[in-house]
């Protein structure tokens, strides 16, 4: 009896407990007295940096957006397929590998090849499950959105908010490394994605897009810096990006000025930026960049 | 003795898994409304104490954003919340590219779209009106 009650009295205070924190992330919100940076902020402040460099990594779902706006049919042979969650042994691999997927996941869902996305869900979860991330990943129910072939909207959201919080919780578990080697292999593979598509589809939208990844390629590199010395897997990893680096030195992107217009449209306001970037590459600086790309993400998923 | 630890060992992590998956309502209910054809990219949660000190956006952070995209930003604002989220974006040089609220009328826009033609990373900065307390999410998706 004693057992019961200590059960029932220790269940309701975690309950209670759970109930208000989660109230707090939604309407609930409890004001702050001040908007006062409390003690030993300040000290987060690199940390603050990392994530705003994190954010600044487009989304693959950007890169899969403009293919379909260019009317490139989807393929299925640009997917990392011959990646075995099974065989990814170490936590750089498998955290390599969920951002890898998770690019192929963005194109996927971009796609709505949904049906076809459920073996990559099952790898992601189990790669998630092994660097012990596994709960921020919503697997049952991107699965059924996936399967349902309905809601559009809500699995990009759920999707893009699960890699999301799989990111921030590395981060705060003190385990950036992983949370890095994440985003780059997003980035990999949505840059290989998008260099592949232009050989067979030579946009010069497309090219665009890939010659103004020189913007956040310091940014990625910046990412991975404190870790470059940590083991030969790292070490590796930050020589295959200066090598990336090394292939976008010459190209330049300049910018036109301009004003940008608005226009109030249904409640809302339209702004048209009249101020443009252009992009100064050469086919053969582009296709040096196609071949470092591919080799390079080859090897990245060639340990299955 | 041992049964009844075991079952609470399970309800805590039952309790622990179910807070990691959930979902901010909020966030939720603003994607629906920036319309059916917006593809979600981002979402930022705001949530500001009050400042006499209205003059500069206090929530900031940075986003790429890219030549021939057109990003929709939703503001969306909770129940209890004071002042009504504002949105600000800045270019690289410093430079105002948009704002949600009209200084000159009061206008608050609930959202905008943003036809980018310049690729590079931008400061997206929140507020609340007046520098009011508030509690709010930005979100950001694509739109055609």
């Not at chain 1, 759970?18 to 987060?44: H, Q, T």
């Not at chain 1, 600044?56 to 969650?85: K, R």
């Not at chain 1, 869902?109 to 459920?118: A, H, L, P, V, W």
């Not at chain 1, 890699?163 to 992983?178: A, F, K, S, V």
Request: with cysteine; hydrophobic share 40%.
């Amino acid at each position: 009896m004693k057992g019961r009650l200590f059960i029932v009295i220790t269940a309701i205070t975690i309950a209670g407990f759970a109930c208000r924190n989660s109230a707090g992330r939604g309407e609930g919100f409890i004001f702050p007295e001040a908007d006062s940076v409390p003690l030993g902020e300040s000290e987060k402040l690199s940390a603050e940096a990392i994530a705003d460099i994190a954010k600044n990594i487009s989304s693959p779902v950007e890169i899969a957006n403009l293919l379909q706006m260019l009317d490139v049919p989807f393929s299925p042979e640009y997917l990392a397929s011959s990646i075995d969650a099974n065989k990814q042994t170490t936590a750089f691999e498998k955290a390599l590998a969920l951002g890898i997927l998770g690019a192929d996941l963005g194109y996927l869902n971009m796609y709505e090849r949904t049906g076809t996305s459920i073996d990559i869900l099952s790898s992601i979860r189990k790669l998630a499950e092994g660097i012990r991330v596994g709960q921020y990943f919503d697997f049952e129910t991107i699965k059924r959105l996936s399967l349902n072939k309905s809601n559009l909207d809500s699995l990009l959201f759920l999707s893009i908010d699960s890699y999301t919080r799989i990111d921030q919780y590395l981060r705060e578990d003190n385990r950036g490394q992983l949370s890095a080697l994440m985003i780059i292999g997003v980035w990999t593979e949505a840059q290989y994605l998008a260099t592949q598509v232009v050989k067979r589809y030579p946009d010069p939208i497309l090219k665009d897009r890939i010659g103004e990844q020189k913007i956040i390629l310091n940014d990625l590199i910046m990412l991975a810096n404190p870790y470059c010395g940590k083991d030969t897997e790292f070490a590796a990893l930050c020589k295959d990006l200066q090598k990336i680096k090394e292939k976008y030195r010459d190209v330049r992107i300049t910018y036109t000025l301009g004003e940008p217009v608005s226009v109030e449209k249904d409640g809302g306001l339209i702004i048209e930026q009249t101020e443009t970037s252009v992009v100064e590459m050469t086919d053969e600086q582009l296709s040096a960049i196609i071949d470092v790309t591919k080799e390079i993400r080859d090897r990245l998923i060639s340990n299955n | 003795m041992k049964k009844h630890l075991i079952t609470l060992v399970l309800l805590i992590a039952t309790v622990i898994l179910a807070k990691g998956q959930s979902t901010d309502p909020l966030v939720s209910s603003c994607l629906s409304s920036a319309g059916p054809g917006a593809k979600y990219l981002k979402d930022f949660r705001v949530q500001l104490g009050k400042t006499a000190d209205a003059a500069d956006f206090r929530y900031k952070a940075q986003m790429s954003l890219w030549k021939n995209t057109k990003y929709r930003f939703t503001m969306c604002n909770s129940e209890g919340s004071e002042g009504k989220l504002i949105l600000s974006i800045k270019d690289d040089a410093n430079k105002l590219v948009l704002s949600s609220y009209d200084q000159k009328t009061g206008k608050i826009y609930p959202y905008v779209d943003f036809i980018c033609n310049r690729s590079g990373i931008y400061q997206i900065s929140f507020d609340f009106t007046g520098g009011k307390q508030g509690s709010g999410v930005g979100v950001v998706s694509m739109v055609k």
